[in-house]
């Protein structure tokens, strides 16, 4: 395009990072709709090349699709950052309406019928042109992409599977639109500290600040998760407990604003995947889901679920009980209700383990974290982290690092780590630009660097103390650290098998789960923890307290994951019904074999189930316990020679993060461990083990 275009809108300057202190809302459609045509008129060259047929080629038809799949998602990832992290009205609409146009190009590419014949001639030809594994998967990945895009289907059917795919999409975004709008709807003022009672110091500031900030007086509670967690875990007062946990479990219900409730949303999302999934000849959606997962059936996925269950609720059961009787005999409380449950627990474990979650952030400052965080990685992988205060952020929390090794830059990162209003609640990684090398024969033209988002909701500093994490906060910034690793660390040089381009959806979260590890270990706690007035470490009883509590009711934590994975897999197999709510009877026959203790009628978890209904974990929810087996397995090699050997951290790195989705997940796991994935690992971490293996692969 020509270099004025760019020159007059940031998102088309491709050369470069996104300028985010250019950027502005009304950049967003003209730079989608350009890049979209531009792209579409490329798209019917290669449709009309018919060389690609008779004399088939990687660079001439892989290296392009290649090209214009970078250039659409240099845009739109942007856009879909600020969407998520700077959520103001104009930046929400302009995403709003470009999001069609995103569904619609991509409907049209996975139906080209052209582009499919093309993409198999390759693949047929792979040996011939003596194709590397990575090419090969990637060209067989995009042939079932394409077949699950419906490029099979001819006339109506096809039109239909289109018209349902664009649907989607534009259901899933107001699903999330009406949970963010819901959370941000419900604030309570309280004017009487007393109130707050129990409650952490750090908290009542927090909440006092928020107040001060909206021009009033007293403590400003409200729905985002530090808040919502203070007053749970905390608060004495029980009627203020049920009041916030009722207006948290009925965000997007009918209970409050009805253009906010996203009941009839769920309804027609999950009609239109049924319908989706029969058209392509499934049975239901979870069929559709796990044609590109590891699971590879949902036979067995009900059977893995099953099983952990099975080893679980004992757990949970007898946990539940301990906590019911320690209630009554400590507080003489003789019922729970559901607002009760995580307050008593805090209570139960320092009981049992002298220590609590608020009482640990004194010695997990974010920025004594930060360091020890990166020294790890930095001794299992040798690398280097390193700031870089000149790159443009979209606010003044966000800091940007490189990662470099021998003096070379392998990748960067952007970190924002604090919770603020119109920002999206939860912590995730995505993708500002991708790694990408473009060859010349086989040498190097040019390297596209990984770049990463990392974003948590953490409480911020307050004007007495700097941001302190919890343990639990502490295991996030890790987990999400590790999917950063994954898409920053890789050496696939083509797009289809890039960090976790390409990586069955049920694996993608072992690095993330795996990083979780050292938040237990005592070498690394000791390189992540330091008072936050004094820098000294984490002493040693209160880390034999914190170990000691790890597996602290894991058997009620298992069970309530269980409950959301199950709840997905069986809701995507149920078919759709209008003469009941069918959504809730799924969920209430979950409860029956994953709930030890009841939750009110009005409960409506589903209606902020954003994971699955506005998320990329439809019917693949239970991908977060699937990986956990793979991370507890792969740690105990971590384990036996000793967590930050830099061999074993290396090997990892090779055999695994740097492989990205070159190769099956199943294939990478047997080459870094020697053998197949055992359940048995994750059952010992938990403190749920039993005789004899389970074998998941």
């Known amino acids: 395009m020509p270099a004025s275009t760019a020159n007059q809108n940031p998102l088309l300057a491709f050369d470069r990072l996104p300028d985010f202190a250019t950027i502005r809302a009304e950049h967003i459609e003209p730079a989608v709709r350009q890049v979209l045509a531009d792209n579409r008129d490329t798209l019917k060259s290669l449709e009309a090349d018919n060389s690609l047929l008779t004399d088939p080629a990687w660079d001439s038809l892989m290296g392009v699709l290649d090209e214009l799949d970078d250039r659409i ?84 059917s096809k039109k ?94 009918e209970f409050g604003d009805k253009s906010l409730d996203n009941q009839p949303i769920m309804l027609e999302i999950l009609k239109l995947r049924e319908e989706k999934a029969k058209i392509l000849g499934f049975s239901n959606y979870a069929e559709v889901s796990v044609a590109r997962k590891m699971a590879n059936s949902v036979e067995r996925v009900n059977q893995f679920l099953g099983d952990l269950i099975h080893y679980s609720r004992p757990a949970a059961e007898r946990e539940y009980q301990e906590l019911c009787e320690f209630a009554e005999e400590r507080f003489g409380v003789t019922s729970l209700n559901a607002w009760d449950i995580t307050y008593f627990s805090e209570k139960l474990r320092k009981e049992c383990y002298d220590i609590s979650q608020e009482e640990l952030r004194s010695w997990f400052p974010a920025e004594k974290v930060k360091a020890g965080l990166f020294q790890i990685v930095e001794t299992l992988y040798g690398v280097q982290i390193s700031r870089d205060t000149d790159a443009s952020v979209w606010h003044q929390d966000v800091e940007f690092y490189s990662i470099l090794r021998d003096g070379e830059v392998l990748a960067r990162f952007y ?48 004007a007495s103390q700097p941001a302190l994490l919890t343990h639990n906060d502490v295991t996030t910034l890790f987990h999400e650290f590790g999917h950063g690793l994954h898409h920053m660390l890789t050496r696939e040089p083509y797009l289809g098998s890039s960090g976790i381009s390409g990586v069955e959806w049920d694996a993608v979260e072992l690095p993330s789960q795996l990083m979780e590890n050292w938040c237990w270990d005592s070498r690394a706690i000791a390189m992540i923890s330091g008072h936050y007035q004094t820098g000294e470490a984490l002493p ?40 009941s709510d069918f959504i809730a009877e799924v969920l209430s026959a979950t409860r ?62 090779d055999k695994i993060l740097s492989k990205g989705g070159g190769a099956s997940a199943l294939t990478l796991f047997k080459d870094f461990m020697g053998r197949e994935p055992d359940m048995s690992a994750l059952l010992r971490q938990e403190g749920l083990d039993r005789p004899g293996n389970q074998r998941i692969s």
């Open 540 to 579: 040693d009883v209160q880390l034999e307290k914190m170990i000691a509590a790890k597996n602290f009711q894991s058997g009620m934590r298992s069970v309530r994951q269980l409950e959301f994975a199950l709840f997905d897999f069986i809701l995507h197999q149920t078919p759709c019904s209008d003469e």
């Open 415 to 462: 970190l924002d780590l604090y919770t603020r209003e119109g920002k999206r609640g939860g912590a995730w990684m995505a993708d500002c630009r991708n790694h990408r090398v473009i060859f010349n024969g086989d040498a190097v033209v040019s390297r596209q660097l990984p770049v990463a988002y990392l974003v948590c909701n953490f409480a911020p500093a307050t």
């Open 73 to 156: 998602g240099k845009v739109w990832s942007t856009a879909s950052h600020l969407n998520s992290v700077m959520n103001t009205p104009e930046i929400r609409q302009a995403y709003t309406d470009c999001q069609p146009l995103i569904s619609e190009y991509y409907s049209a590419l996975g139906q080209s019928e052209a582009l499919y014949q093309r993409v198999k001639a390759l693949y047929e030809a792979a040996e011939a042109l003596s194709l590397n594994a990575s090419q090969r998967k990637i060209l067989k990945d995009s042939l079932l992409d394409f077949e699950l895009s419906g490029v099979n289907l001819s006339g109506d």
């Open 160 to 253: 239909r599977f289109a018209d349902i795919q664009n649907r989607l999409s534009e259901l899933s975004n107001q699903f999330g639109n009406n949970v963010l709008d819901a959370t941000r709807a419900w604030s309570k003022l309280v004017e009487d500290r007393e109130i707050l009672s129990g409650m952490p110091e750090a908290a009542i500031s927090a909440a006092e600040e928020a107040a001060t900030q909206k021009g009033k007086k007293g403590f400003l509670l409200t729905l985002d998760f530090p808040s919502y967690y203070a007053v749970m875990s905390y608060a004495d007062n029980a009627e203020l407990r049920q009041e916030v946990y009722q207006a948290y479990t009925t965000r997007a219900a």
């Open 592 to 653: 029956t074999k994953t709930s030890v203790y009841p939750v009110p009628d009005y409960n409506r978890f589903q209606n902020s189930f954003s994971h699955i209904f506005a998320g990329g974990y439809s019917a693949g929810y239970y991908s977060y316990k699937w990986a956990e087996v793979l991370s507890a397995d792969v740690f105990s090699r971590f384990n036996e020679s000793g967590v930050l050997n830099p061999d074993v951290g290396e090997s990892f790195l």
